[in-house]
């Protein structure tokens, strides 16, 4: 890739000290991320994709090694790094469009400019007429679609996502992939994205990291040359086939390794 490297991960291991002894959730993972790529990453449960994620976003401090951005070590969360988690953290006493708003009001943007972005956003996502309603009014899929909406419109450099779209629908699940992928294309984000769903990490990324089980390490990462813009139909070429099978493989023997050591 021939873009400048966007995050680079040092060295990073991370133990926590748990009731029963150290937990080492992260064990010297070393990966760039370039700007504008698409890194998706699955591994089996446990295996540190979270600790790394929070450490990205800079909720959670290594124990050695280091991660940076642009070429400053990350020690905080900043506007210019999104975060969206499965459960859609939405302030409950905000409407939709205030929600949304939230990152633009945060960046001192005119309120015209704010109600554009929340706008376009929202439109985006699938949430026009929703606008004023609050999150209790909304279906989950629709909570995570404001999430989403709320971070895109804080127009972060890069966005770090934890299964954005793991309890929503299958339908909704499919909508958003698309949405998110388009929005990706265009406005060309740096994302990292973990997903338990092995077809979701080929359909979206551009690279897929594997981790291995826990203490989590980089197992593989694997380049995905289908070309952009993916058509849903793309899961059933044999391109596709190739890569799914290539990573059951390893996730499979990963989990059996974690199933073994338990
Ligand atoms: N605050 C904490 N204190 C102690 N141990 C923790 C803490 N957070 C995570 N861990 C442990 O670190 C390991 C990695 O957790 P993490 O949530 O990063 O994994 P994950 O790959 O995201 O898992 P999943 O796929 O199930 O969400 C796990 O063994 C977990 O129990």
Redesign the pocket.
């Known amino acids: 890739m021939n873009n400048p490297v966007k995050i680079a991960i040092e060295g990073v291991s991370k133990v ?1 000290q ?1 009731r029963i002894g150290p ?1 080492v ?1 992260l064990d010297q993972v070393n990966l760039d991320i370039y700007a504008q790529e698409f890194i998706t990453v699955v ?1 089996p ?8 994620l929070n450490i990205l976003a800079g909720l959670e401090e290594a124990s050695s090694g280091r991660a940076l951005i642009d070429g400053q070590v990350i020690t905080g969360p900043s506007p210019t790094r999104g975060v969206i988690f499965q459960q859609y953290a939405l302030f409950p006493w905000m409407t939709v469009r205030q929600n949304v708003e939230f990152g633009p009001m945060l960046q001192k943007l005119p309120a015209a400019e704010r109600r554009k972005a929340a706008e376009h956003y929202l439109k985006l996502v699938g949430l026009k007429g929703f606008e004023d309603a609050y999150p209790k009014e909304l279906s989950g899929g629709m909570k995570q679609r404001t999430a989403i909406a709320r971070a895109y419109a804080a127009n972060p450099e890069v966005l770090l996502m934890d299964e954005p779209f793991g309890a929503v629908d299958a339908q909704t699940r499919v909508m958003l992939q698309e949405e998110l992928m388009a929005t990706w294309s265009r406005e060309k984000k740096t994302v990292f994205f ?1 997903t ?1 769903d092995v077809e979701e990490a080929i359909y979206l990324g551009s690279r897929i990291l594997v ?1 291995s089980a ?1 203490p ?1 390490r980089v197992r593989e990462i694997i380049p995905n040359t289908i070309p952009y813009p993916r058509a849903y139909d793309v899961k059933f070429t044999a391109e596709f086939g190739q890569l799914k099978q290539h990573i059951w493989e390893l996730v499979y023997e990963e989990y059996h390794k974690k199933q073994a050591a338990e």
Do not use: E
């Open positions: 926590y748990g937990v959730a591994g449960s446990g295996c540190g994709k979270t600790t790394l973990i338990h981790m826990r989590g």
